[in-house]
């Protein structure tokens, strides 16, 4: 079965971190760029980073530049995303997703981990 699990979720206050992680079974993420994205009831799906499958070139949304990190350890079969500085508007569901180098969309998704950004 192929799937992504994050976790890594949870309770922190303003300021603090949390590192998420996304890991795959049954397949390697080794030829897959993987994204994260977090979505907040009521409101659209927000791509927050993502890590090229080949250079490990990355890509990071305006609202966590500076404050989030992407990273990819293909020996683990794993993505992480460490999160800094957390503020209250990251509060939301975050989803890992995995694209083929090659497609244009993205084939597979977790089941999400809630990150709560809360004093």
């Known amino acids: 079965q192929l799937q992504l699990v994050e976790s890594g979720g949870g309770l922190v206050q303003p300021g603090g971190s949390l590192r998420l992680s996304c890991a795959a079974s049954?397949?390697?993420?080794?030829?897959?760029?993987i994204g994260w994205f977090r979505q907040v009831p009521g409101k659209e799906r927000e791509g927050v980073s993502c890590?090229?499958?080949?250079?490990?070139?990355?890509y990071y949304a305006d609202s966590v530049k500076g404050r989030f990190t992407i990273s990819r350890d293909n020996a683990k079969n794993t993505v992480y995303l460490q999160m800094n500085s957390l503020k209250p508007e990251d509060t939301a569901v975050y989803y890992c997703a995995a694209r083929y180098y090659s497609g244009s969309s993205y084939d597979y998704w977790g089941q999400g981990t809630q990150v709560t950004v809360s004093s």
């Open positions: 890590i090229s499958s080949s250079d490990g070139s990355t």
């Open positions: 049954g397949f390697t993420l080794d030829y897959y760029a």
